[in-house]
């Protein structure tokens, strides 16, 4: 091709027909130009193509991460409901009413204040691989799904909130361990074993009931809520993924 071009130059100029080889002079290079134009245009799409794939792998990423989430919040959301009933029994005072009398070394399992429900927290670890990854990916602009791109980001903002209020719940739940060391009955506690000296204190301490209002404050009237409205959110959320793409 390019032989052929060159012999045309050449008998243009031979034959000395300035104005004709001028024209061709230009058509040559609008020629150069318009396959610059189509190489650059064939680069762009496919980089567009490439650009758009890398954002549906990290969609189906979020995808994943949802689903892993909304198959193990159930079990968590209802640990905290089953928590709730225990801890509301015992600032009802249901419970010291008969501990007492009642709890010794072979029903100790019933004593529900023992289970030590304020001394730890039942953690929900949420799964963001592909928020981090979106973070990363500058480009949505280009590839027409800037908007479910931003609600995703947007919907994971619920982060900062679930990790403030569960970080405040591990603090509770470490300070109350704190508290319980002072006491000689701790070890016992601590390792499951009766004692009666610490059946009395959950029966009649008013800084124990003071400690499980404070930490059903936290757990569940602000973390369990969280819980709830997140399970709501990504089912929502992982449709619109779905439908998407």
Same mark, same amino acid.
């Given at each position: 091709?390019?032989?052929?071009? +060159?012999?045309?130059r050449?008998?243009? &100029?031979s034959?000395?027909k300035f104005?004709k080889?001028?024209i061709y002079?230009v058509g040559?290079?609008?020629?150069?130009?318009?396959g610059i134009?189509?190489?650059?245009?064939?680069?762009?799409?496919?980089?567009n193509? #490439?650009r758009?794939?890398?954002l549906n792998?990290?969609y189906d990423?979020v995808k994943?991460n949802?689903?892993s989430?909304?198959?193990?919040?159930?079990?968590?959301?209802?640990?905290y409901?089953?928590?709730?009933?225990? &801890?509301?029994n015992?600032v009802d005072?249901k419970y010291s009413s008969?501990?007492?009398?009642?709890i010794?070394?072979?029903n100790?399992?019933?004593?529900?204040?023992?289970?030590g429900?304020?001394?730890s927290?039942?953690p929900?670890?949420?799964?963001?691989?592909?928020?981090?990854?979106?973070?990363?990916?500058?480009d949505?602009?280009?590839t027409?799904?800037?908007?479910l791109?931003?609600?995703?980001?947007?919907?994971y903002?619920?982060?900062?909130s679930?990790?403030?209020?569960l970080d #405040?719940? #591990?603090?509770?739940?470490?300070n109350?361990?704190?508290?319980f060391?002072?006491?000689?009955?701790?070890?016992d506690f601590?390792?499951? +074993?009766?004692?009666?000296?610490a059946?009395e204190f959950f029966?009649?301490?008013?800084?124990f009931k003071n400690?499980?209002?404070t930490y059903?404050?936290v757990?569940?009237?602000?973390?369990?809520p969280l819980l #709830?409205?997140?399970?709501?959110?990504a089912t929502i959320?992982l449709?619109?993924?779905e439908?998407?793409h």
């Open positions: 091709m390019i032989k052929f071009f +060159r012999k045309i050449q008998k243009l &100029l034959e000395n104005s080889y001028l002079a040559e290079i609008i020629l150069v130009v318009i134009l189509i190489a650059l245009s064939i680069n762009i799409w496919n980089e193509k #490439k758009a794939n890398q792998n990290i990423d994943l949802l689903k989430d909304l198959s193990n919040i159930d079990n968590v959301i209802k640990q409901e089953q928590l709730d009933l225990r &801890l509301e015992i005072d008969f501990l007492l009398d009642s010794n070394a072979n100790y399992i019933e004593c529900i204040p023992c289970e429900d304020i001394n927290y039942i929900f670890e949420i799964q963001n691989k592909g928020l981090e990854l979106l973070k990363t990916f500058n949505f602009n280009s027409g799904n800037k908007e791109t931003i609600e995703i980001i947007q919907f903002s619920i982060l900062e679930l990790n403030n209020v #405040k719940l #591990k603090e509770e739940s470490f109350n361990v704190k508290y060391e002072q006491f000689s009955w701790y070890s601590m390792n499951g +074993r009766f004692n009666p000296l059946i029966a009649k301490n008013e800084i400690k499980v209002i059903r404050l757990a569940i009237q602000n973390y369990l #709830k409205y997140y399970k709501e959110s959320l449709k619109k993924i439908i998407s």
